[in-house]
């Protein structure tokens, strides 16, 4: 059986996941685990796939970053499903299709996945230097704050007697940004939730 797994890092990634279906889809997987989180966090329906797996199971995914967040990560991946006598296969190495089926398939999703780890280490250098030049320009003012752009908002609502949480499922932040918006705020009362 063949068992996809698909991953975006973020909700806005939408169109991402719905390729990655499609490409699973299209290479025979019957099962698809999917989730929409960071590699470094906890990855639910990764671990849901692996557990779903039995003896003579193939996993698959799109590209090597969707399952592993580096070439340790991978290793252990890859030991897990060996151990569970699961093949991996990757449907994307730069343009060439990987299955640990064979050595030659675990060597080179190896080398692939450890190449693929220093270019992440490069791009990230490379985008941590572009920010101290633009800091030490006065350019970069860093991601502006979300929440504290809906402070008009909240203060409107808590006038009406709305209670913060519901302030806070309304406009899609979170309480504790709430509670800092009300209390930066002289004379406004931060009330129960």
Known sequence: MFIGYARTSTTEQEAGLEAQHRDLAA???TRVFAEQVSSIGKRDQMEAAIAFARQ???LVVTKPDRLARSVADMLAIMA???AKGVALRVLSMGGAEVDTNTPTGRMMLTML???AEFERA???ERQRE???KAKSEGRYKGRAPTAQAKGAEVLALHAEKVPPAEIARRLGIGRASVYR??????G???GTA
Request: glycine letters at 14%; a negative charge.
């Open 181 to 186: 918006i009300l209390a930066n705020t002289p």
């Open 80 to 82: 897990r499903l060996e």
């Open 122 to 124: 490069l791009m990230l």
């Open 56 to 58: 003579g199971d193939t």
């Open 27 to 29: 290479a025979g997987c």
């Open 113 to 115: 996945g450890a190449v």
């Open 188 to 190: 406004a009362s931060t």
């Open 130 to 132: 572009g920010i101290a």
